[in-house]
C-alpha cells in the first residue's frame, strides 16, 4: 500500500520575530526569507543553519520576489515601498516609493513589477527606469495576493472585500469581478497547466475556479480551520500545500482536490503558531514553511512511500 511519508529535516531559527515570506533564490538549493523583524536573509539548503544577512529594512517585509532574468531581489517594506537589489554586487539598485501602506505581494514578468498594496491599489512598475505604468485602484480594501497567467494574458488579484478581479495583462483593464469568499482573500494561483485558479480565504475555505468556463466555481473545500494564508503547487503540479493560521499544512491532489496529508505539531513536530507562507523547493522536492513562531520549517515529502 503507497501513502505519503513527512519527514522534518531541519528547523531555522535565524529570525528575531514572525516569518512572513519566503522566496526561491538564484539556485535551487537557495532562498530569501523576511518578516517582521525586516531583515531579509539568504539561505542555503545544503547548510541551512548558515544564513546570512542580505539586507534589514526599518519595517515589517510581508513580501519577496526573485527575478532570475536580471538576478535580483524585490523586497517590499512595508509604508515605505520597494527595494530592488542586485544579488550580483549584493547592493541596492533602487527603490519606489508606494506610500503610507503594507506591500502584501510582488509578482514580476518581462521586467514589470506587480504590487498588491493595503490601500486597495495595484500599482505596475518598470524595473529599469522605476517609473509607474499603472496604478489600478481595485478596491477600497487591501489587495492581498497576485497571481499571473502567461498564457491567457492575464492576472487575478485577491482582495479583502472578499472578490477576486481578473485584469488583462497586456493594457491592465478589468476583465471580471468574482465574488469569491466570504471574507478576505489571502491567496490565489494558477495551476501549473493554467486550467484552474485556486484561492484560499480567511473563511479557510479553499474555491477551484475553472479558467476555460470564465471562471466557473468548480469547487469549494472547507479546507482548514481557520484562514488559509498561502498555497503552493509542486514543481510536477501533481500537489499543492495549503498553510493555514491553524497551525497546519495539508497536502492536496491537485487533479482530484483531495486532500492526502496533514503536516501539524502533534504528528510531525510541526509549528507552534499560524503558518505563514510555504515554498516548494526544486532541491530534492523539499517544502519549505514559515511561521509566526519565529521559524522555518524544512520537510521532505516522499509521495513513493511504500508500505507492506
Not at 17 to 43: K, M, N
Not at 99 to 115: A, M, P, S
Not at 211 to 218: A, E, H, N, R, T
Request: hydrophobic share 40%; proline share 2%; charged share 25%.
Amino acid at each position: 500500500m503507497s501513502k505519503i511519508q513527512v519527514t522534518k529535516v531541519d528547523t531555522i531559527a535565524g529570525h528575531q520575530d514572525c516569518v512572513y515570506t519566503l522566496e526561491r533564490g538564484p539556485e535551487d538549493h537557495t532562498f530569501f526569507s523576511s518578516g517582521g523583524d525586516g531583515v531579509i536573509a539568504q539561505w542555503d539548503l545544503t547548510k541551512p543553519q548558515e544564513g546570512r544577512m542580505l539586507a534589514k529594512v526599518p519595517s515589517s517585509v510581508y513580501a519577496l520576489c526573485y527575478y532570475k532574468e536580471r538576478n535580483a531581489l524585490i523586497v517590499g517594506q512595508n509604508f515605505d515601498g520597494i527595494h530592488i537589489i542586485d544579488l550580483d554586487k549584493r547592493k541596492e539598485k533602487g527603490s519606489i516609493k508606494l506610500g503610507n501602506t503594507q506591500i502584501f505581494d510582488i509578482k514580476v514578468l518581462n521586467d514589470r513589477i506587480f504590487c498588491a498594496l493595503g490601500n486597495g491599489e495595484v500599482h505596475i512598475l518598470d524595473i529599469t527606469s522605476l517609473e509607474t505604468l499603472k496604478v489600478i485602484e481595485g478596491s477600497t480594501e487591501s489587495a492581498r495576493c497576485i497571481a499571473i497567467s502567461e498564457v491567457n494574458k492575464e492576472f487575478a488579484v485577491g482582495f479583502s472585500d472578499n472578490h477576486i478581479r481578473i485584469y488583462n495583462l497586456q493594457n491592465f483593464s478589468e476583465k471580471k469581478v468574482i465574488p469569491a469568499h466570504k471574507i478576505s482573500v489571502f491567496t490565489v494561483q494558477y495551476s501549473p497547466d493554467q486550467r484552474y485558479l485556486i484561492s484560499g480565504s480567511r473563511d479557510a475555505h479553499l474555491k477551484i475556479w475553472d479558467v476555460g468556463s470564465d471562471y466557473q466555481l468548480k469547487e469549494s473545500i472547507v479546507a482548514h480551520m481557520y484562514t488559509i494564508n498561502h498555497l503552493v503547487f509542486s514543481a510536477d503540479g501533481k500537489h499543492f500545500v495549503t498553510c493555514s493560521m491553524d497551525k497546519s499544512i495539508k497536502v492536496w491532489d491537485a487533479e482530484t482536490f483531495h486532500l492526502l496529508k496533514v503536516i501539524d505539531k502533534a504528528r510531525h513536530a510541526g509549528h507552534g503558531t499560524s503558518v505563514n507562507k510555504v515554498l516548494w523547493t526544486n532541491f530534492n522536492n523539499l517544502l519549505l514553511s514559515a511561521s509566526d513562531d519565529r521559524s522555518i520549517s524544512i520537510w521532505d515529502i516522499n509521495f513513493n512511500f511504500s508500505e507492506e
